[in-house]
């Protein structure tokens, strides 16, 4: 069936480590992809997204690559700071005919950045 | 511009007793989505809205909970009764038709005792 697979928390990294959070995901078609993020008492907010193969979403610092041929949309950081501590959701768009649909969501990845 | 609003932030029922959560989504949004997180889980689907029309119900249990959107502005999700194991964090998301990005409100904690 469809589903997310992220890699399970917590990660617990010091000040400007390189953060890599993997995700696969089973899907048929060519879904679009998402990281959305959760910061401590607030609700989900995209952080990046990938539309189609290849395409590499980014933002804030972070990356992630539309991988088609191993299914996957691995989360990158190359120096995360404290700031960056939250719950780290993977997801994509079960969509119909070509219009918006549902997010599937993996169980999210919990980082804890040390100073 | 304000964001997906949701009230109440919290809510403690005890088991048994009805509970309503309320969604005012972003302003000119037509697609309005509620969704139940689990502790540690990703958020799942409930029910889906295009305006004042649910084109996907197939997660919500019908017994015990439902939705409206009159008008195809905000949105209530309601449970009637509420057990044990509806304890959870409601969200509601809203989206443009033609973006597919959702925005999220901070979400409902439901404390079942």
């Known amino acids: 069936g469809n589903s997310v697979t992220q890699m399970e928390g917590p990660v617990t990294l010091s000040e400007e480590a390189f953060l890599t959070i993997n995700c696969t995901y089973t899907?048929?078609?060519?879904?679009?992809l998402f990281w959305y993020v959760q910061y401590p008492g607030e609700g989900l907010q995209l952080l990046l997204k990938?539309?189609?193969?290849?395409d590499k979403g980014s933002n804030k610092g972070f990356e992630a690559t539309y991988r088609k041929e191993t299914t996957s949309f691995h989360l990158e950081k190359g120096s995360v700071q404290v700031s960056d501590s939250a719950v780290y959701f993977c997801a994509y768009d079960r969509a119909y005919g070509g219009s918006q649909g549902n997010l599937i969501f993996g169980k999210g990845t919990k980082l804890s950045v040390k100073p | 511009e304000a964001g997906v609003v949701q009230s109440p932030r919290y809510k403690i029922i005890e088991k048994k007793q009805p509970v309503a959560f309320w969604c005012n989504p972003i302003s000119g949004h037509n697609t309005l989505y509620w969704y139940l997180q689990n502790l540690g889980q990703g958020p799942e689907l409930l029910i889906r809205y295009e305006n004042e029309e649910a084109v996907d119900d197939s997660q919500l249990p019908k017994d015990r909970f439902s939705a409206e959107r009159l008008k195809g502005v905000d949105s209530t999700l309601k449970i009637q009764p509420a057990e044990l194991g509806d304890s959870a964090v409601y969200l509601c998301?809203?989206?443009?038709?033609?973006?597919?990005?959702?925005?999220f409100g901070a979400g409902t904690r439901l404390s079942v005792l």
């Open positions: 998301a809203s989206s443009l038709r033609t973006e597919n990005i959702q925005y």
């Open positions: 990938a539309t189609k193969a290849d």
């Open positions: 899907a048929t078609g060519y879904p679009s």
